[in-house]
T-cell receptor
Framework: KQEVTQIPAALSVPEGENLVLNCSFT??????LQWFRQDPGKGLTSLLL?????REQTSGRLNASLDKSSGRSTLYIAASQPGDSATYLC??????????FGTGTRLTVIP | KAGVTQTPRYLIKTRGQQVTLSCSPI?????VSWYQQTPGQGLQFLFE???????NKGNFPGRFSGRQFSNSRSEMNVSTLELGDSALYLC??????????????FGEGSRLTVL
C-alpha cells in the first residue's frame, strides 16, 4: 500500500520568505502527483499536477518537482504571503483517480 | 464555470440511521470520486465512478455505497451509521477517466456528525 509522508508537519515563516515542502512516497509506480492546499473546514484546491513523465511544473510563485524513482516531490513557494497560510497536501495517484494523501504540512506565514 | 457542488454541507445524524450525500461535478466532467477525511485517518479514498460504473473502490465496509447518474451527478450512501463515520466527505471530479492525466477538482465537502 502506498505510504505518503510529508515533512515538516508544521512550518511557520515570516512573510516574504522562500520555502520548500517535502513529500515522499513508498511506491514509485504512480500515474501522476498532485499538490493541493486546504483551508480550515474547506475542500481541497488543486495547485499543481505533475504527470509521471514530467520532472516539474510551475504556476506563478509555486514550483513542484517530481523524482519518481526516488519517491520524492517538493513544493517550492517563493516570496510567501499571509494568504498562503493553509495545509498543503501531496497526493500521488495509483490510477482511476485513487489518490493517496499524506497528512500534510500546516503552513503559517506571519505578516 | 461552476465548481463541484456538494449537498448538504452539514448534517447531523444518530447512530443506526442512514445518510445520502450528493455531488454535482464540474460540467463536462465524467469521473467522480469520493473521499473521507477524519482527524485520525486523514484523507482516504472511498470509490470512483465513471460513466455510471464504479471503477475503483477503497477499503471501506459495504455500508458505504455510491452511484452515478447519466448526467454524471453522484450520490454516496452510508447505512447503519456509526460514531466513527463522523467526517468530512469530499467529492472530486475530473474531466477524463484516464488515470494518467486526470486533475482532480474537489468540492467543499459535506460534514457529517453522528451522535
Amino acid at each position: 500500500k502506498q505510504e505518503v509522508t510529508q515533512i515538516p508537519a508544521a512550518l511557520s515563516v515570516p512573510e516574504g520568505e522562500n520555502l520548500v515542502l517535502n513529500c515522499s512516497f513508498t511506491d514509485s509506480a504512480i500515474y501522476n502527483l498532485q499538490w493541493f492546499r486546504q483551508d480550515p473546514g474547506k475542500g481541497l484546491t488543486s495547485l499543481l499536477l505533475i504527470q509521471s513523465s514530467q520532472r516539474e511544473q510551475t504556476s506563478g510563485r509555486l514550483n513542484a518537482s517530481l523524482d519518481k524513482s526516488s519517491g520524492r516531490s517538493t513544493l517550492y513557494i517563493a516570496a510567501s504571503q499571509p494568504g498562503d497560510s493553509a495545509t498543503y497536501l501531496c497526493a500521488p495517484s495509483g490510477g482511476a483517480n485513487n489518490l493517496f494523501f499524506g497528512t500534510g504540512t500546516r503552513l503559517t506565514v506571519i505578516p | 464555470k461552476a465548481g463541484v457542488t456538494q449537498t448538504p454541507r452539514y448534517l447531523i445524524k444518530t447512530r443506526g440511521q442512514q445518510v445520502t450525500l450528493s455531488c454535482s461535478p464540474i460540467s463536462g466532467h465524467r469521473s467522480v470520486s469520493w473521499y473521507q477525511q477524519t482527524p485520525g485517518q486523514g484523507l482516504q479514498f472511498l470509490f470512483e465512478y465513471f460513466s455510471e460504473t464504479q471503477r475503483n473502490k477503497g477499503n471501506f465496509p459495504g455500508r458505504f455505497s455510491g452511484r452515478q447518474f447519466s448526467n454524471s451527478r453522484s450520490e454516496m450512501n452510508v447505512s447503519t451509521l456509526e460514531l466513527g463515520d463522523s467526517a468530512l466527505y469530499l467529492c472530486a471530479s475530473s474531466l477524463e477517466g484516464s488515470a494518467s492525466t486526470g486533475e482532480l477538482f474537489f468540492g467543499e465537502g459535506s460534514r457529517l456528525t453522528v451522535l
